[in-house]
């Protein structure tokens, strides 16, 4: 079973409009990231929270933002998609770093297309 | 510099090589560090953690050097199937996953 869900698995947005992807975890996981990934790059960390404690990256456009409701939802809004935009967005959570196995899982990613 | 450095290859062996892969970080208060294999249009997958002492899984060995800030994965007896994209990725202070630029490897018959 899927232990971390986004939806939609692809998502065709119009230039400007704003578009939300969303990410749910039955992982009961504290952390949960998302991450942007370009055709032959490595997924780029966007922001993270630990509980409900948002953690942006520096890099991270403004028009990226995020909103997590609740230890098991977390979402992506993009309030102007550019064509630059265009991308695998991928959710993963993981457990509080106190223990030794903090890798994280991912989801199948959201693969957005800007027209 | 980046934070976490990878060769980003492709790195092409025939069936049955032995290949190694590097990986160098920046951050010296990293705490944990893992290789995820990708495989193309696909989400990352966890291929095994790398603790201090070094550990083995199977045909796969991963090193960790805290001193040089440089971790390894070798891989041998390759396979078909290995071929994919092999990200480094280094756990930082405050939660913060970080991705290598990731090596490609090619297999061939």
């Known amino acids: 079973d899927a232990m971390v869900i986004q939806n939609p698995r692809y998502q065709v947005t119009q230039f400007g409009k704003p578009v939300t992807l969303s990410c749910s975890q039955t992982l009961n996981h504290n952390v949960m990231y998302w991450y942007q990934q370009k055709s032959s790059q490595a997924p780029k960390l966007l922001f993270h929270y630990y509980d409900k404690d948002f953690n942006n990256e520096a890099d991270t456009p403004d028009n990226f933002q995020s909103r997590r409701p609740n230890t098991s939802f977390c979402f992506l809004d993009i309030r102007s998609p550019g064509l630059g935009d265009a991308a695998m967005y991928l959710c993963a959570t993981s457990r509080d770093p106190g223990g030794l196995n903090t890798e994280a899982f991912f989801g199948q990613g959201t693969r957005l297309t800007v027209v | 510099r980046k934070e976490v450095e990878q060769d980003p290859g492709p790195f092409n062996v025939p069936e049955g090589a032995t290949v190694a892969f590097n990986c160098t970080y920046s951050n010296s208060a990293s705490q944990s560090f893992f290789w995820y294999r990708q495989d193309c249009r696909k989400e990352p997958k966890l291929l095994m953690s790398?603790?201090?002492s070094g550990n083995e899984d199977g045909r796969f060995t991963a090193q960790l050097n805290r001193a040089s800030q440089y971790i390894s994965l070798l891989i041998r007896d390759s396979k078909l199937s290995d071929s994919a994209t092999y990200l480094c990725v280094v756990n930082q202070r405050f939660q913060k996953l970080v991705f290598g630029t990731g090596t490609r490897l090619l297999v061939s018959p």
């Open positions: 790398v603790y201090s």
